[in-house]
């Protein structure tokens, strides 16, 4: 039933309506796009071979195999699965499930299959893949084991931060949160390999377009991811999230949709709901059946970002629409001064502070100690390029995307360690005898 019947037909909240069969309003309202008209239209990742950037077929008739190393977390999948489709390269996924030896920190593990749960795990046997692709850090043993047997043939490529020594992989693809020390093998990309293609957006907007289409405009999507920073006090947190979006959309005279991440828990959803004024048009998306995210999306003219999680704001970045991302009060705690410190001491100039500056470089890229995110300056990145502004500065927004250039800068680095694999394979073999 509605969560609050007092509402009139336009305007009830409909988080547990039927989903109706798509009409003719669909396509137009797919093609709009919001109110901005700077959309630009490069080819999407998928279609990177056409830029001009090296090919395998430039260099040698075959194409490599690609093994892809996945685990439950669906953001670190959907990025494996982005850069394998925009390869067009010969792939297999291998979704790995795990122990509780995967606990253990991977400096322990080394190069082995122990923290595998073999039940639920698909064959890893020959033939070996040229190319293997993980993400997340309990992936990393599993991957070093196959390069080993494989006899150093197989070249390693991580997407995030590997809590392993940096010099074990061919290429480490991450952004700015994981402050990785700065390395020839390493890629900082300005956002992660996560993006939304048009065509699902369409798909989205023809599926749900009577019941979303007659909402007043502008509309505005809430995302709520709940990965709050440390410190956040969250109910305080979602009230002001609640009652600053719905003065948003009060005074445009708009309405909102609102869902949140896999990770919210479900009271902190409804506590913004119930936190929302009558005199609010809003639909929302509380998980039950099929999700709304990429209709909200498609039919959105802006979209406002609660949050830290880099996937979410990579994926809502890429969808041409006005970003805006809600930053939360934090409170500093005892744990979080004493990291800012840890971090500021290393940044200092002088020969001893870089002294002190190289060490914690080297502990942090042999694994050692492992980096906090720092989701804050990935926010600031995105800010900076004009992807996205901070919450009710729409007018900052300059530029609006349809494409994910990370994707685009990393097809480049991987096809060229294919062209390049003379060298590479010297660097696997010798990378090779570290993991024996």
């Known amino acids: 039933m509605p969560l609050n019947p007092n509402r009139s037909k336009t305007t009830k909240r409909s988080a547990e309506l039927e989903r109706p069969a798509p009409n003719g309003v669909a396509l137009a309202e797919a093609q709009k796009f919001g109110p901005n008209r700077r959309v630009r239209t490069d080819s999407a990742p998928i279609e990177a071979n056409k830029s001009g950037q090296p090919t395998a077929a430039d260099g040698a008739a075959e194409k490599p195999l690609v093994w892809g190393l996945t685990t439950h977390d669906a953001d670190e999948r959907n990025q494996i699965l982005n850069l394998t489709r925009a390869l067009h390269w010969p792939f297999k996924e291998k979704p790995l499930r795990f122990n509780r030896l995967s606990g253990l920190p991977n400096l322990i593990l080394a190069a082995s299959p122990m923290s595998l749960d073999l039940a639920g795990t698909p064959d890893l046997r020959p033939p070996w893949p040229d190319f293997l692709i993980s993400s997340g850090r309990h992936s990393v043993p ?152 990429h209709a909200y999306l498609a039919f959105a003219d802006r979209i406002v970002v609660a949050g830290s999680n880099a996937a979410t704001l990579s994926e809502v970045c890429t969808t041409g629409k006005a970003v805006e991302v809600f930053e939360p009060s934090v409170r500093t705690g005892l744990r979080s001064r004493k990291v800012g410190a840890f971090r500021n001491l290393a940044g200092q100039k002088g020969p001893f502070w870089l002294f002190f500056s190289a060490i914690h470089d080297r502990l942090l890229e042999i694994g050692v100690i492992a980096p906090s995110p720092r989701n804050r300056l990935f926010r600031e990145n995105l800010v900076a390029q004009g992807l996205a502004a901070p919450f009710g500065a729409i007018d900052q927004v300059p530029v609006s995307v349809t494409y994910n250039e990370s994707i685009h800068r990393t097809l480049w680095r991987v096809r060229t360690l294919w062209l390049d694999r003379g060298s590479v394979s010297h660097l696997s073999s010798k990378l090779s005898r570290h993991d024996n």
Not at 205 to 223: E, H, M, T
Not at 231 to 254: I, P
Request: charged share 25%; hydrophobic share 40%.
């Open 142 to 293: 599993v991957a070093r084991w196959i390069r080993r047997c494989s006899g150093g043939r197989s070249r390693l490529i991580h997407i995030g931060c590997p809590r392993a020594p940096l010099g074990l992989f061919d290429l480490v693809i991450t952004t700015r949160q994981h402050a990785l020390p700065p390395r020839r093998n390493v890629l900082v990309n300005p956002m992660s390999l996560n993006w939304i293609a048009p065509e699902q957006l369409c798909e989205a907007a023809g599926l749900w377009s009577d019941r979303l289409v007659n909402l007043p405009r502008p509309r505005i999507a809430v995302l709520i991811d709940g990965s709050t920073p440390r410190g956040v006090r969250k109910k305080e947190f979602t009230r002001r999230l609640a009652r600053e979006v719905a003065d948003q959309a009060f005074r445009s005279g708009g309405s909102l949709m609102i869902t949140a991440g896999r990770v919210t828990p479900p009271d902190i959803l409804r506590l913004v709901l119930d936190s929302i004024p009558p005199d609010v048009p809003l639909d929302a998306w509380l998980g039950e059946g099929d999700s709304l995210y």
